[in-house]
């Protein structure tokens, strides 16, 4: 009952964000003021690219996927620095993730043991069931940027999980819930339960789809983003709390959600610039 609840609350929201924002305009307009030759003005259907669940959307998985895994050797001087970022800020968190667990231990209690159960859900059950509610409702409303941007965020997801997966199934490090060391590691592929804790999924999961709805609508929508990531950094709290993960885990799990989020819809700008110079070029005489 309440994922139904979060999932029509925050799909009625998402369809009201998207109400005022809709341009899929395809008219075309032509000036034909010398009789010689006539001039195109470039429309919305002309630089956009709006998704459906066709094989064109299933094609642009397996092509994102290929973009995002090859990035790091297109990396320039920026993208090392924000490496840098990342794994410095992991390893500073590493040298204090012990005190982070014992601090969360001193101060479990009733009320934050209730209102943990409440936002933990957002790292598993409410962010899918979010994304499904907004494709369904964009469907339902003809709301072509919600549908769109409700499969942008699934194949976001998609593309963070299968690399997420990859990674904890190789890196078997110790969860705190059974370990004060935070550096006990078991071999490659194995498949016991006590050594699932990097990275954390909860946080990668509603950081994807956090920043999915950042890259959507914050540009139109200030309140967007700071609604979305702090929902975000609560769930990732929560399993602080829970001594689910250690705090870098949950660090870097919220990076790989982030980065591998931002490079799907900065793929996707690219395309549609090529989409837009190429209707550009053709109305050239």
């Known amino acids: 009952m309440k994922i139904l ?21 395809t008219t075309q ?7 010689t030759r006539e001039q195109h003005t470039l429309t919305a259907a ?31 001087k920026k993208d090392f620095t924000r490496l840098g970022i990342v794994l410095g800020t992991a390893g500073g968190l590493l040298a204090v993730d012990y005190e982070v667990k014992q601090f969360f231990l001193r101060n479990h209690t009733n009320f934050w043991n209730s209102v943990t159960g409440q936002v933990e859900p957002f790292g598993n059950a409410y962010s899918p069931y979010l994304v499904g509610g907004m494709y369904v409702a964009g469907v339902i409303s003809k709301n072509r940027q919600l549908e769109h941007t409700s499969l942008m965020t699934a194949k976001s997801l998609l593309i963070s999980t299968l690399i997420y997966t990859f990674t904890k199934s190789v890196v078997r490090r110790g969860r705190p819930t059974y370990y004060d060391d935070n ?26 789809v956090a920043t999915a709805l950042a890259e959507a609508y914050g540009e139109d929508h200030p309140w967007v983003p700071w609604v979305a990531y702090s929902i975000a950094i609560m769930t990732g709290t929560t399993r602080l709390y829970q001594e689910r993960h250690w705090s870098s ?8 959600g982030y980065f591998v989020t931002k490079g799907v819809f900065k793929h996707h700008r690219q395309l549609e610039r090529k989409k837009a110079m190429a209707a550009l070029a053709a109305t050239m005489p």
């Open 46 to 76: 002309d630089t956009t690219i709006r998704y459906r669940i066709n094989g064109a959307y299933l094609g642009s998985m397996w092509t994102d996927l290929k973009y995002t895994v090859s990035r790091p050797a297109h990396w320039n």
């Open 5 to 25: 609840q979060t999932l029509t609350l925050c799909s009625v929201l998402l369809v009201h964000v998207n109400a005022n924002a809709q341009s899929d305009t």
């Open 249 to 256: 885990d949950v660090w870097l799990g919220a990076s790989l």
């Open 183 to 208: 550096l006990v590691f078991n071999a490659p592929f194995s498949m016991d339960k006590y050594h699932t804790s990097f990275p954390s999924g909860h946080m990668l999961t509603v950081t994807s």
């Open 29 to 35: 307009s032509y000036t034909d003021s010398t009789k």
